[in-house]
């Protein structure tokens, strides 16, 4: 099932919308994801920005949020580590989309890390989009 919904992200070229009542946010499909213990964009993944990117430049009126997870149960010592890495995987991505794409830092919000219900979302970077005047 797992694998299933990865491919389904993969392959899905439409956004994914909420589920959330009065919310016209949506997520991307355009997950990027992290080896353990880095914050360093893999090549592969950086394709997935390029899509990010392309989505900004073509909908000027949205705000892009880029949201990171800590681990779920944190514990000392690997708790600091895990938190920086995820803090750490959001400002590269939104440093890509500014240097890289000259994307407007002022439509791009970094809210403080989820904490992730499940290990396998600490390693991930994901997208919603909301529109500039609903994203106060």
């Known amino acids: 099932y797992r694998l299933?919904?990865?491919?389904?992200m993969f392959m899905c070229s439409e956004a994914i919308y909420c589920?959330?009542?009065?919310?016209?946010s949506f997520f991307?499909?355009?997950?990027?994801?992290?080896r353990i213990n880095s914050s360093v964009i893999d090549s592969a993944e950086r394709k997935k920005i390029d899509l990010v990117?392309?989505?900004?430049?073509?909908?000027?009126?949205?705000?892009?949020?880029?949201?990171a997870y800590d681990p779920p149960?944190?514990?000392e010592p690997m708790a600091t580590s895990s938190i920086?890495?995820?803090?750490g995987r959001q400002g590269n991505v939104m440093k890509m989309l500014i240097h890289k794409y000259d994307a407007d830092e002022d439509r791009i919000?970094?809210?403080?890390?989820?904490?992730?219900?499940?290990?396998d979302f600490i390693r991930c970077i994901i997208f919603r989009i909301r529109n500039k005047d609903s994203a106060g």
């Open 19 to 24: 589920q959330e009542e009065n919310d016209d």
């Open 53 to 67: 990117a392309n989505y900004l430049k073509e909908h000027p009126n949205v705000m892009l949020e880029i949201i």
């Open 109 to 119: 919000i970094l809210p403080k890390p989820t904490r992730a219900s499940d290990g």
């Open 28 to 34: 991307l499909p355009d997950t990027v994801f992290f």
């Open 4 to 8: 299933s919904l990865i491919l389904f």
């Open 84 to 87: 920086r890495f995820s803090r």
């Open 73 to 75: 149960k944190p514990k």
